[in-house]
Nanobody, 120 residues
Framework: QVQLVESGGGLVQAGGSLRLSCAAS????????MGWYRQGPGKQRELVAT???????NYADSVKGRFTISRDNAKNTVYLQMNSLKPEDTAVYYC??????????????WGQGTQVTVSS
């Protein structure tokens, strides 16, 4: 089993910043892609940013230039630095990791989600 534990969400005013963290633990052999997704009120879950094991990144157009994804492979942790936050960034943010377990099974795993609320 694999667990992803997110932290760092909260309430912030428009223009402010937050940093999300997600630590993976459990029966991990290796982690390939890691990423952040979000689901706003009444919306479908959408990709925010992804990062490969080799540190190549990909961002949704709506967050380019404002959000930065990074990871620490030694700690199995992915981060999302969010700057210049807007009310439309309000959502539950979910961490995702493509993990190869010690039983040689590769699956996508999800965190429980962390709420980010941006007030205007």
């Amino acid at each position: 089993q694999v667990q992803l534990v997110e932290s760092g969400g909260g309430l912030v005013q428009a223009g402010g910043s937050l940093r999300l963290s997600c630590a993976a633990s459990g029966s991990i052999l290796s982690i390939n892609d890691m990423g952040w997704y979000r689901q706003g009120p009444g919306k479908q879950r959408e990709l925010v940013a992804t990062i490969t094991k080799g540190l190549s990144t990909n961002y949704a157009d709506s967050v380019k230039g404002r959000f930065t994804i990074s990871r620490d492979n030694a700690k199995n942790t992915v981060y999302l630095q969010m700057n210049s936050l807007k009310p439309e960034d309000t959502a539950v943010y979910y961490c995702n990791a493509y993990v190869r377990t010690t039983t040689l099974v590769s699956l996508h795993w999800w965190g429980q989600g962390t709420q980010v609320t941006v007030s205007s």
